[in-house]
């Protein structure tokens, strides 16, 4: 089967800095995934012997903290602090950044409003900065805002993995009500990368392979954008999701990967690709 | 002839408020015109005495100055007070705002976006409030921003009378470029809700008429917005202007007025219109 890839994918520079952390970080343990793939975090814990926690209560000083990509919440994180836990963070300076916005501009007396998915730990974490979290709207779309009772000042910013496009349509609606809205472009440029990539590539193969985690945001993006250019498009997480019967009478397979997505993975996929 | 009137139009609140206070301060003189209409320019010389000096340097202390509703420059309103003219100030309270706006963001090292007409009188007066001129920058597009060598920190404004959708273009050609940008939505209700109205209106009638200023800046606007629905569109300063070959085999006119023109004229040329 002929392939090709996108002109950008795979891992973005906050996964590629968190990944050398964990392995400079042995024996330690994650406060939940430290990326969003499942399969690096197993070669992680196979090489290296980090462990992963998702119940913050579990947690020991016995063993090194390791801060996820995603960050966590401002309370988890001073209580860490207070009782001398042993903590290495690795959040994604791209995520540390809306975060600090977040408790700046709450301190300065504005509403906050965050584009994103308010179940994503990267999401959960940015809003628990606001000094005041009843001023704090996450939405995913306008109509989320609509009745919402916004006040004058209002400051905005995104999940790092969203579309610019959507998040202009927030900024839009913003100001066509409000007099001043302080707008924070924190989404990610190789999330944008990825995507243009991605947009670019699904437009010239006729079946489209995502590479990465069902649980990765900026993963099931890249699928939605496929989509949108593909119809044959397919989120896999590993060579084995591969069904050969989607090749039938196909002539280019276009693919690309998440951000949290390892290279060896991708490999793989390309390798089963090519012998089809 | 069948006529319909849009269901916004006319004076807004600042026109209405600088007439006042021009009708409240006869024997004066105005530096620049008031408004954008001649006619009502002439009207108050006739009733209340309100002359109109061009330059600068011939305003003299006899008369009060009365400050057109577009404003003044800085340096120059600061002159008068300076040397204890009378001074009027019939600036409308939406441009002082971006003036405002302009002196406090430039004053925090913020670059400054001005989207409007570099040569209208608002925009000068808007831009002179600047601490660092060097930092302005006056666009009508965003080709005008390339190579600008913009900052980090940006504030962006707006002329009062521009459309929200251009200036939502450049809003997002900022953010696409920078991390933070400052945005101040000082377009005018009225101008917004005239527009929309005289849209609506042009998409019904198959002839339009736009009542208002050669100079009038959102006059102007309104008849670029009547020329995308409705080819046959004219601005008109006056009923003199309109010529009766243009409804030949038409069946209904529209008619709208921009902000700066009176009832009086709207009137006459309704009138005229009806007669045909």
């Known amino acids: 089967m002929n392939y090709k890839l996108a002109s950008s994918y795979g891992f973005c520079f906050g996964v590629k800095r ?22 690096e975090i197993d070669r ?17 000083k016995e063993n090194t903290v390791v801060i996820r990509t995603h960050g966590i919440q401002k309370h988890e ?3 860490l602090k207070k009782n001398d836990f ?14 600090e916005i977040c408790e700046k501009m709450s301190k300065e007396g504005y509403d906050i409003v965050i584009f994103g998915d308010k ?3 990267e999401v959960k974490g940015v809003m628990s900065y606001a000094e005041n979290m009843e001023r704090v709207f996450v939405v995913l779309d306008t109509s989320e805002l609509m ?13 790092t993995t969203r579309k610019f496009k959507e998040f202009m349509q927030i900024v839009e609606w913003l100001l066509s009500r409000s007099k001043e809205v302080r707008v924070f472009n924190t989404i990610c440029n190789a999330t944008g990368e990825n995507q243009e990539a991605a947009d670019e590539l699904s437009k010239e ?3 489209m392979l ?10 099931k993006q890249l699928l939605e954008i496929c989509k949108t250019n593909c119809k044959e498009s397919y989120l896999v997480e590993s060579a084995e999701d591969i069904e050969n019967g989607w090749f039938d009478g196909k002539k280019l397979c276009g693919i690309s990967a998440g951000a949290s997505t390892p290279d060896w993975v991708i490999t793989e996929v390309v390798e089963k690709v090519r012998k089809i």
Not at 46 to 55: C, D, K, S, W
Not at 89 to 98: G, L, Q, R, S
């Open 147 to 159: 009745g919402a009772g916004l006040r004058e000042k209002v400051a905005v910013v995104s999940q």
């Open 119 to 121: 179940v994503h730990p």
């Open 86 to 99: 042993n903590v290495v963070d690795a959040t994604c300076p791209y995520v540390t950044k809306p975060q």
């Open 44 to 60: 992680l814990k196979q090489h290296f012997n980090v462990g992963l926690t998702e119940e913050f209560g579990e947690l020991s």
């Open 18 to 39: 968190a990944i050398k952390i964990a392995e400079n970080t042995p024996h330690s343990v994650t406060y939940g995934p430290l990326i969003h793939n499942k399969m």
């Open 210 to 219: 995502v590479v990465g985690g069902k649980n990765s945001s900026n993963t």
């Open 77 to 79: 994180l001073d209580e």
């Open 205 to 207: 193969a006729d079946i």
